[in-house]
């Protein structure tokens, strides 16, 4: 891990097309600016690791198929209706949302 001092304006790159700078920073909060092609998802931590749980939890998913299923149509075939519900994590959910209304907009300007 590489651990670096940066004043406010100033920038870090990554690789050759990513770069952070320090848009502010107070005793408590530092307030990072990220430029990153669209391609490349940028999450906080704690969104990202949401993000791995919810994925790592609907893999293991124990799926109970019905022993008792019929022919419904009468073509020989047995059908089984499965019922997939999306679970979004309140976490994520929240994340989403708690983001200050100029950096909302500049998302909106940068997905147009």
Excluded at 25 to 39: F, M, N, S
Excluded at 42 to 49: A, M, P, Q, S, T
């Amino acid at each position: 891990m590489l651990i670096i001092r940066r004043r406010v304006g100033e920038r870090i790159v990554v690789g050759s097309n990513i770069e952070v700078t320090v848009a502010s920073a107070t005793r408590r909060v530092v307030r990072l600016a990220i430029q990153a092609p669209k391609g490349i998802p940028v999450l906080r931590g704690e969104v990202h690791d949401a993000v791995v749980a919810a994925n790592v939890a609907a893999t293991q998913a124990i799926v109970e198929i019905p022993t008792d299923v019929e022919d419904a149509d009468g073509d020989g075939a047995l059908e089984v209706e499965l019922g997939v519900q999306m679970i979004v994590d309140e976490e994520i959910e929240a994340a989403s949302t708690d983001v200050e209304p100029e950096e909302r907009q500049e998302k909106q300007d940068d997905s147009d």
